[in-house]
């Protein structure tokens, strides 16, 4: 068990790189992937039960404890990323698939991988965890809502589909994995260990399935949803943490919320995408898949060496 923990941790620390490598892999031998279409609902209720099996109750204490920080930092998450998304497509006359799948990862629910990259920041993790908890809990009911609203000007739009779509990819299983860790207790650890491994198997059969469909349309529009992608990003990233700053929170809570805001569950978007619209709708999440976990970990560093300015 002790070589699987080790083996697990190393793959999740190194999680862009095997999204990026699997990606790429995808992009040149689409046929050896394109089967695995079928498994990416599978697979992103696999990560999100993972999450259940790791959702403590402490994770919500910030929530009580400060109150308006999470709320501030689940308000900028949903006004920011799809405003932006919205902007872009606006500003850039995007064709229309490509313009809903801008849109579309833009209303997803904070990333996963935002944990990771706030505790490499020395960010505040406890808001971090928070923020992440509470929009994905969010997600099945202001995701579709904002979608709808933003996304029907290029393509029709139902709220009940999207919906149930969430609720069966993310509420259930996160449900199911808080019942399973109630059930078996001590025992889920053991689970728990190989969670990173698990999680970033998932992430990486859904980009490289997104990929592999959409292989054309890439090679055809890539740059273009590239560009977007950085855009949507880097604006993520700054408006989160200048809406910090504004607000007057603390370095470490700045760090929080510029992570928070800028990274997207992009497998949901991936998954949603390929669901109820189309496999060139999925690529803007497939390629913020990769591309926000380079910039994330970039961001980290840098937020690593800052120190709060000195009182006066």
């Given at each position: 068990m002790r070589a699987l923990a080790l083996l697990s941790r190393f793959v999740g620390n190194t999680f862009a790189l095997w999204v990026l490598l699997f990606a790429v892999l995808a992009f040149f031998a689409p046929q050896w992937f394109r089967p695995l279409a079928p498994a990416i609902v599978p697979m992103l209720g696999i990560v999100m039960f993972g999450m259940g099996l790791t959702l403590k109750l402490e994770d919500f204490a910030e929530v009580a404890r400060h109150p308006w920080r999470v709320c501030l930092g689940v308000v900028a998450h949903f006004v920011i990323m799809p405003g932006v998304a919205w902007?872009?497509?606006?500003?850039?006359?995007?064709?229309?698939?490509?313009?809903?799948?801008?849109?579309?990862?833009?209303?997803?629910?904070?990333?996963?991988?935002?944990?990771?990259?706030?505790?490499?920041?020395?960010?505040?993790?406890?808001?971090?965890?928070?923020?992440?908890?509470?929009?994905?809990?969010?997600?099945?009911?202001?995701?579709?809502?904002?979608?709808?609203?933003?996304?029907?000007a290029w393509l029709p739009v139902s709220f009940g589909a999207l919906f149930w779509s969430i609720l069966q990819a993310v509420l259930l299983p996160i449900a199911l994995g808080l019942v399973a860790q109630r059930l078996f207790g001590a025992r889920v650890r053991v689970v728990v260990e190989a969670l990173?491994?698990?999680?970033?198997?998932?992430?990486?059969?859904?980009?490289?399935?997104?990929?592999?469909?959409?292989?054309?349309?890439?090679?055809?529009?890539?740059?273009?949803?590239?560009?977007?992608?950085?855009?949507?990003?880097?604006?993520?990233?700054?408006?989160?943490?200048?809406?910090?700053?504004?607000?007057?929170?603390?370095?470490?809570?700045?760090?929080?919320?510029a992570l928070e805001v800028g990274m997207q569950n992009s497998g949901l978007g991936a998954a949603l995408a390929s669901a109820h619209f189309s496999p060139l709708a999925a690529v803007p999440s497939a390629l913020f898949s990769v591309w926000h976990n380079v910039s994330g970990a970039t961001l980290s560093s840098w937020f690593r060496r800052l120190s709060d300015e000195p009182r006066k």
């Open positions: 902007l872009l497509c606006q500003a850039l006359q995007l064709p229309a698939e490509i313009a809903v799948g801008v849109i579309l990862v833009g209303c997803c629910p904070s990333g996963t991988a935002s944990n990771v990259m706030t505790w490499l920041a020395r960010g505040d993790l406890a808001l971090s965890v928070s923020i992440a908890a509470v929009t994905t809990l969010l997600a099945p009911l202001l995701t579709p809502a904002l979608i709808w609203l933003l996304a029907s990173p491994l698990v999680s970033v198997i998932c992430i990486v059969v859904i980009i490289a399935a997104v990929v592999a469909a959409s292989q054309a349309k890439i090679a055809e529009s890539g740059l273009l949803i590239m560009a977007v992608v950085i855009l949507h990003n880097g604006f993520g990233f700054l408006l989160g943490y200048l809406a910090a700053k504004l607000f007057g929170l603390p370095l470490a809570q700045r760090k929080s919320l």
